[in-house]
């Protein structure tokens, strides 16, 4: 019974730990966004498209044309402008907007 007593205290404790990393890794996101009304914006050719307005976030695609529509003012947690794509869903770095 012991012995099942301490296996039942790791794996809850292990769960405990998994089940809590994420709120610990989003807890530290301080990156936040402001709705604007949707709004045509021009960037370069080939401009990443991220998950989330990081640079250190996960690219999903390349802009492949010039312009997309935007409805969402986004500012990172380095204090850098991005932009939340309408249709899309992802995010750009304002430094790759030409217009």
Known sequence: MRGTLKALGIT???AAAVLG?????NATTTWSCTAIAS????????????VSPAGSS????YLDDYYRA?????ISDAGKQWWH???EGGYVYNGYRIG
């Open 12 to 14: 809850t404790a292990l």
């Open 39 to 50: 709004t045509p914006m021009l960037f370069e050719e080939g401009t990443p498209v991220h």
């Open 58 to 61: 996960r690219v999903t695609g």
């Open 85 to 87: 794509l309408q249709l």
């Open 70 to 74: 935007v409805d969402k003012s986004c």
């Open 21 to 25: 990393a994420p709120a610990t890794a």
